[in-house]
């Protein structure tokens, strides 16, 4: 069951599975793909005319580039500081204050990132929307829908998360600030919009 508590100077999230852990390292390599549907997700036209879209990729996508891969490196950092949890498979990672804006980012357009290179459009994020996917659909909808948990978090909507746990079993008092997240890929908690 994973988990997420107030830290001092972040979050931790724990009870992370090995699938959590290969999709949070997999952020990187999502937004660093060199498919041309991800650079057109992640670096969309901004301009109708073909001659001031070619002046503005001119300027201005080499910083961008530079910026995801600034935020990247703080991902990297973060994920290789992860703890196995003694005894269990399970892990634990701290994502502090200070590289909230760097994870927020890079979880976008990691989702941005799924969504195109598996062909999901808005009816497979739907309620019934798994009996329309294939497999590979539905785990690239399970990494997504994980990813805005992580995201969620980050923006501090744990809080509200705390009525997923069962408030019964005293574990959101154990965590300290924090709450269980127990549901299967397809749930109904808090997901910020792919944008």
Same mark, same amino acid.
């Given at each position: 069951?994973?988990?997420?508590?107030?830290?001092?100077?972040?979050?931790?999230?724990?009870?992370?599975?090995?699938d959590?852990?290969?999709?949070?390292?997999g952020?990187?390599? +999502?937004v660093? $793909?060199?498919?041309?549907? *991800? #650079?057109?997700? /992640?670096?969309?036209?901004?301009?109708?005319? !073909?001659? @001031?879209?070619?002046?503005?990729?001119?300027?201005?996508?080499?910083?961008?580039?530079? +910026?995801?891969? $600034?935020?990247?490196?703080? *991902? #990297?950092?973060? /994920?290789?500081?992860?703890?196995?949890?003694? !005894?269990? @498979?399970?892990?634990?990672?701290?994502?502090p204050?200070?590289?909230?804006?760097?994870? +927020?980012?890079?979880?976008?357009?990691?989702?941005?990132?799924?969504?195109?290179?598996n062909?999901?459009?808005?009816?497979?994020?739907?309620?019934?929307?798994d009996?329309?996917?294939?497999d590979?659909?539905?785990?690239?909808?399970?990494?997504?829908?994980?990813?805005?948990e992580?995201q969620?978090?980050?923006?501090?909507?744990?809080?509200?998360?705390?009525?997923l746990?069962d408030?019964?079993?005293?574990?959101?008092?154990?965590?300290?600030?924090?709450?269980?997240?127990?549901h299967?890929?397809?749930?109904?908690?808090?997901?910020?919009?792919?944008?």
């Open positions: 069951m994973m988990w997420a508590a107030r830290a001092d100077d972040g979050y931790l999230v724990g009870g992370l599975t090995r959590c852990l290969e999709t949070l390292r952020v990187p390599m +999502l660093e $793909s060199s498919d041309p549907r *991800v #650079r057109e997700r /992640l670096l969309p036209d901004t301009y109708d005319s !073909a001659e @001031d879209e070619q002046q503005w990729r001119e300027h201005s996508t080499p910083e961008l580039e530079r +910026l995801f891969m $600034s935020r990247l490196q703080i *991902v #990297r950092k973060d /994920l290789a500081a992860v703890r196995k949890l003694e !005894a269990i @498979d399970l892990w634990v990672l701290l994502l204050d200070t590289h909230a804006n760097a994870w +927020l980012a890079s979880l976008n357009a990691a989702r941005l990132a799924l969504f195109v290179l062909d999901l459009d808005a009816r497979h994020l739907e309620r019934d929307g009996s329309l996917c294939t590979k659909q539905r785990e690239a909808v399970w990494r997504i829908q994980f990813l805005a992580i969620c978090i980050l923006m501090g909507e744990m809080e509200s998360m705390d009525d746990g408030p019964e079993d005293g574990d959101d008092e154990e965590h300290g600030k924090g709450a269980d997240i127990d299967g890929p397809m749930h109904d908690g808090p997901i910020p919009p792919l944008s």
